[in-house]
């Protein structure tokens, strides 16, 4: 991968002196690829929701339900594949700017940031735009008579989420993520910055092992919390959190290392084949023994 940097000539001249500013320096460095990927990831979020919207595939609040079998099968195949990376890949790119963030602010207003970045965007919608949008749904498509203020209390809270509906768990996960980070950052480590040194991007086998771990912990985890398995109050699903753990804690280790400006072209083309094989066999093998045209219940947990 070809790392484009606007980098601002003071800051170059840090990185070549080595003076202490070095760490700030690479910290507030501009990155435009992740510029990209943040934009790809942000349509692909649209399309991936417009697609259950149109094909069925998937949890959503409103469906067109005109899909044919072939809409059924391409909207399956493509949220299916979004849903195992896209939101764990927005984590990583979060976490990979969240140390350089905290040791240029320190902790109090490192937190004092997040909760007006993070905090107040979340407050807002999930107590005041969501439900004013739930209520218009009701009333306009499902008939509901009873006033806003009858909706709000009984209905809205009574269903059991307190915060953190619709888009905006998202926020809600980056928000948490980033107080345990402050937690762990004041209990376990020193307050001043750590270096940042140019280490060698993770090998194959090392990023196989990784993989493996993930999908090993997501197995155990989901025996006992199935895919659509939800903690209603905060609107999380933990299925979904090994992945997004571990990818947030591998954003941690990129920035330490600078792995972003170190991968290798070939590794990206590499994983890009072996995932394309991946899916070529293994939806073929899940169709062909798990059913899943007809029950997909077995691919949600279990011993299966």
């Not at 400006?261 to 890009?272: A, C, M, N, Q």
Request: glycine share 8%; proline share 5%.
């Amino acid at each position: 991968m070809k790392t484009q940097v606007i980098q601002p000539a003071s800051q170059a001249l840090d990185s070549v002196t080595g003076t202490a500013e070095n760490v700030q320096a690479k910290a507030t460095t501009r990155m435009l690829f992740i510029d990209n990927i943040r934009v790809y990831l942000t349509v692909l979020v649209v399309l991936h929701h417009l697609m259950i919207t149109y094909a069925g595939s998937g949890s959503w609040i409103y469906f067109e339900d005109r899909a044919d079998l072939a809409t059924e099968v391409v909207g399956n195949i493509f949220t299916t594949v979004n849903q195992t990376y896209f939101m764990a890949l927005f984590l990583l790119i979060s976490a990979y700017f969240v140390p350089g963030s905290y040791e240029r602010k320190g902790a109090a207003r490192f937190l004092k940031d997040r909760l007006m970045r993070l905090g107040v965007p979340l407050a807002i919608y999930s107590w005041i735009i969501h439900p004013l949008l739930i209520f218009g749904y009701l009333r306009k498509v499902e008939g509901m008579r009873i006033s806003f203020w009858e909706f709000f209390p009984r209905e809205y809270f009574g269903s059991g989420y307190l915060i953190g509906q619709g888009p905006l768990w998202f926020v809600e996960i980056l928000l948490l993520f980033s107080l345990v980070y402050v937690a762990v950052r004041l209990l376990f480590t020193p307050r001043a910055a750590k270096s940042i040194s140019d280490s060698p991007f993770p090998s194959t086998m090392a990023i196989v092992m990784f993989a493996l771990l993930i999908g090993l912990i997501t197995f155990v985890v989901r025996l006992w919390m199935p895919e659509g398995w939800n903690f209603k109050p905060l609107n999380l699903q933990f299925p979904y959190f090994p992945g997004y753990i571990a990818m947030f804690l591998a954003g941690f280790a990129a920035y330490r290392r600078n792995w972003f400006s170190s991968l290798p072209d070939v590794t990206g083309r590499r994983w890009l084949w072996a995932c394309g094989l991946i899916l070529l066999i293994g939806y073929p093998v899940a169709l062909i023994l798990g059913g899943a045209m007809e029950d997909d219940t077995v691919f949600k947990g279990g011993w299966h």
